[in-house]
């Protein structure tokens, strides 16, 4: 199995639930001889269960319409993946290279999977043969230092920790010094979770990018704004108004094993902006994969 049919498996596990209560009619349809207009209100009905959102929907069904004018029997799936390429492929995010000390940031609100995605990914850069370090942001909470201590363990990278009730940009300039000063390839630091209308807390996470200038002018290189599908597109509007108050870079998508409307991706990327560089699909360390349109779009539409 090559890379790609690795990661089309993957994302079919993390899209199983999407699948199973709103795909699988969606397969029947889109294996019928002839479609009319009935099938087709059906299937328009099923997208937009699955969370894609009205907009890319109504692109989907105007293509698929056209094509079916032509009178000629029409491959309704490879018509509808051919038109979600078209949307999401141009959204790609940039690898995570390493160039110096690069410094992450995760955001976002409250129990999103900001730690577990940092566990993740710590786990990720480490196994590509990549030094790591991992900075406890969220001092509000000993149970969230204790958590990150975890991850740091299972990963096999130094945790970074400092009192609970500490300075969260203290805490976060020793880490990008201490990485700075032993050639670290990557900083990882871990945020409290918190509204984008508290306002307090936004200027909380000013005051970590300003003190990480400090001592890396350009960091921090990314800033990931962690996401949980199984909101799907109720979370947009908070989304979007956070992203532009954090500086965000990259947006990572969680617990897509656990929502049934996986679709919530294509509005996303449309509405946001912002490319998804990662989606969790799994509590387990090795459950967190880059996000790529085409192993995305068969582990949508392929049974
Ligand atoms: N199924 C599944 N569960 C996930 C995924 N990512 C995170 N979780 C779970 O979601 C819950 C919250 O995750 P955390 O990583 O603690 O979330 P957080 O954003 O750090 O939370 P706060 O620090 O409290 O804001 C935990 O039970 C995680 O195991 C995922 O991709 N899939
Ligand atoms: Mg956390």
Do not use: C
């Amino acid at each position: 199995m090559g890379l790609l049919g690795g990661l089309i498996n993957k994302f079919k596990k993390g899209l199983k639930r999407t699948q199973e209560l709103v795909l699988a009619p969606l397969g029947r349809l889109l294996r019928l001889q002839r479609l009319d207009e009935g099938h087709l209100e059906e299937l328009e009905d099923l997208l937009l269960q699955a969370d894609l959102g009205v907009k890319a929907v109504d692109q989907l069904m105007a293509r698929l319409r056209f094509e079916l004018r032509g009178g000629t029997e029409i491959d309704a799936k490879a018509v509808l993946k051919e038109e979600l390429l078209k949307i999401l492929r141009p959204r790609s995010a940039m690898p995570f290279l390493a160039q110096g000390t690069q410094v992450v940031l995760l955001v976002g609100v409250n129990g999103v999977g900001k730690t577990t995605t940092l566990g993740k990914l710590a786990a990720r850069l480490k196994a590509g043969g990549e030094s790591v370090l991992v900075v406890a942001g969220d001092t509000f909470r000993a149970a969230a230092i204790d958590q990150l201590e975890r991850w740091g363990e299972r990963a096999g990278v130094p945790v970074l920790r400092n009192q609970m009730g500490g300075d969260p940009a203290a805490i976060a300039f020793d880490g990008a010094t201490s990485a700075k000063a032993r050639g670290t390839s990557w900083v990882l630091i871990d945020t409290a979770g918190r509204l984008h209308t508290k306002d307090h807390l936004m200027k909380e996470l000013d005051k970590i990018r300003r003190s990480l200038q400090k001592v890396i002018p350009e960091a921090p290189h990314r800033v990931l704004l962690v996401l949980d599908a199984t909101t799907g597109q109720n979370g947009l509007a908070q989304a979007e108004v956070f992203a532009k108050s954090a500086g965000v870079t990259d947006l990572v998508l969680t617990k897509l094993d656990g929502s049934a409307k996986g679709g919530v991706v294509v509005p996303i990327l449309e509405r946001l902006g912002l490319p998804i560089a990662f989606v969790g699909v799994g509590e387990g360390l090795d459950d967190l994969i880059p996000f790529e349109a085409e192993a995305f779009v068969a582990g949508l539409l392929d049974a």
